[in-house]
Nanobody
């Protein structure tokens, strides 16, 4: 299973960004998709997740200015964050919890390579 993330880069304060992630490979079914981030000197933290039923969960820090969405057929998850702040600067990681095959019900976690988001003027 591979996760390919795109988006990010340098964004001005108050601006918006859109991150996309596509899962590929041996995938029988996807449970939860989401985004996490890690700022320098800090632990990785949840930004937003969305389950197979389309129910989203947001960190308090981005709630009200973020939207996460998924396309189950395309195996993609998108995150849009508006009103960006310097505190949003971090490496953003795509995360997927999925079932790789049909004969093993075990769910496994996969991470993307990380994409840098820098909010600065």
């Amino acid at each position: 299973v591979q996760l390919q993330a795109s988006g990010g880069g340098l964004v001005q304060p108050g601006g918006s960004l859109r991150l996309s992630c596509e899962a590929s490979g041996s995938i029988f079914g996807i449970n939860t998709m989401g985004w996490y981030r890690q700022a320098p000197g800090k632990e990785r933290e949840l930004v937003a997740t969305i389950n197979s039923g389309g129910v989203a969960n947001y960190a308090d820090s981005v709630k009200g200015r973020s939207i996460i969405s998924r396309d189950s057929a395309e195996k993609t998850v998108d995150l849009r964050i508006n009103s960006l702040k310097s505190e949003d600067t971090a490496v953003y990681y795509c995360h997927v919890n999925l079932r790789p095959n049909g004969w093993n019900p075990q769910l496994l976690d996969y991470w993307g390579q990380g994409t840098q988001v820098t909010v600065s003027s």
